[in-house]
């Protein structure tokens, strides 16, 4: 699997659990939602400060985002 995709799949999960709408994360993260979505979708290519918003809007290790 494109780690894009695993860390989109992770992504997704991980807002799903806490009940986070895309909207509600992407704000939380201060980046549009649809960048949001593209990288849920495995199409965007976040950089690791984006990634690092994101897990402390989610309040989880980025190392989550990477997991099989």
Not at 9 to 36: G, M, S, V
């Amino acid at each position: 699997m494109d780690v894009r995709a695993r860390v989109g799949r992770n992504l997704q999960r991980l807002r799903r659990d806490r009940e986070l709408t895309q909207e509600e994360l992407a704000h939380k993260a201060e980046i549009h939602q649809t960048y949001l979505s593209g990288v849920e979708v495995g199409k965007r290519n976040p950089s690791i400060l984006v990634l690092d918003r994101i897990v402390k809007a989610l309040g989880v290790d980025i190392s989550q985002l990477f997991e099989r």
